[in-house]
């Protein structure tokens, strides 16, 4: 049986190490600027680092460029690939094609992953971007168990599914929170704000939900009321050979990265080296993350069983 890859997205250089001690077996890194809803933010020195270390302990660091990009920006895909090319990053998420066509001239060693976040719906559309040169599809988050395990058996590439966090229900490029504070003659710095005691929430009495709301260099972010978690449900994307599952850590502290990236570790090896010893303690590691969980973030399973309505 195949064991599928755990991704974690750390918030810095520092948590690298004490995540590979937890589980990790491969981390996605970046800038805002290139990358979307980064859990943290990584400078070039700090890229470089990450790999370093990575690479020291035979892990993987897959570099997001899954921003979308305008034409003032081509140059700095072109650098900014130039760059990769020269610390060796495992591959580059992306989503524009804007990044695939440069890497094609730039970069044409680097490995590609495919990440638009809502289009990865089928496996057609999947395979036609592995031809284009992709060796991985990050498939939407609003899938269904069934789609994703049929997906996986028609697809060409690589297959990266998440497990954990919250997902984004809405982008704007425009910084729509800054721009309703000026307008009301207050001043509201842009920021990724990764302190959940500064984040603005969207609040809906009907469904008593609470939507987080950040803004960053991308614009503006409204995130799902829940927190994903299938630590319980993992036996059949395993079965299918789902090639990797992904913990995002976007808005979450350190700590709690750590101990989700722990717990994940332990019921995907469960489950490969004997399901019924899986199955008994899933529900035990479902407690423990509801435990840790912060107390206005409940958590359901997704779209893996249409539980989560938007």
């Not at 589980?23 to 400078?43: C, K, N, P, V, Y």
């Not at 130039?82 to 591959?91: G, R, S």
């Not at 989503?95 to 719906?121: Q, S």
């Not at 939900?209 to 991308?218: A, G, H, L, S, T």
């Amino acid at each position: 049986m195949q064991k599928p890859e755990l991704l974690v997205t750390p918030k810095s250089v520092t948590d690298v190490l004490p995540l590979i001690e937890a589980g990790a077996d491969a981390f996605m890194i970046g800038e805002q600027r290139f990358g979307l809803r980064l859990a943290g933010e990584f400078s070039r020195d700090q890229v470089k680092q990450t790999i370093e270390i990575a690479h020291h302990h035979n892990k993987k660091v897959y570099v997001a460029m899954n921003a979308i990009f305008h034409n003032e920006a081509i140059e700095d895909i072109e650098n900014y690939l130039a760059f990769l090319t020269e610390v060796n990053p495992d591959a580059v998420v992306f989503g524009d094609p804007a990044v695939l066509m440069a890497a094609k001239e730039v970069a044409p060693d680097l490995n590609l992953h495919w990440n638009t976040e809502t289009t990865a719906t089928n496996w057609y559309t999947c395979n036609y971007w592995g031809r284009k040169g992709a060796k991985r599809a990050i498939l939407a988050r609003e899938l269904s168990m069934d789609s994703i395990i049929e997906t996986k058996e028609h697809a060409e590439v690589e297959i990266e599914v998440q497990v954990h966090g919250m997902t984004c229900m809405f982008q704007s490029k425009r910084t729509l929170l800054g721009n309703y504070f000026e307008y009301q003659g207050k001043a509201l710095k842009v920021e990724n704000r990764t302190d959940t005691k500064e984040m603005m929430f969207l609040f809906d009495p009907e469904r008593d939900n609470k939507y987080p709301i950040f803004e960053d260099v991308n614009g503006t972010h409204i995130m799902s009321p829940n927190d994903m978690c299938i630590i319980d449900e993992l036996g059949d994307m395993i079965d299918a050979e789902i090639d990797s599952f992904k913990i995002d850590g976007v808005l979450q502290t350190s700590d709690y990265i750590i101990e989700v990236t722990k717990k994940y570790r332990k019921a995907i090896d469960l489950y490969v080296e004997d399901n019924a010893k899986y199955e008994e303690a899933k529900d035990v590691l479902l407690e423990e993350i509801e435990n840790i969980q912060a107390k206005n973030r409940s958590l359901d399973t997704g779209f893996f069983f249409k539980e989560t309505v938007y």
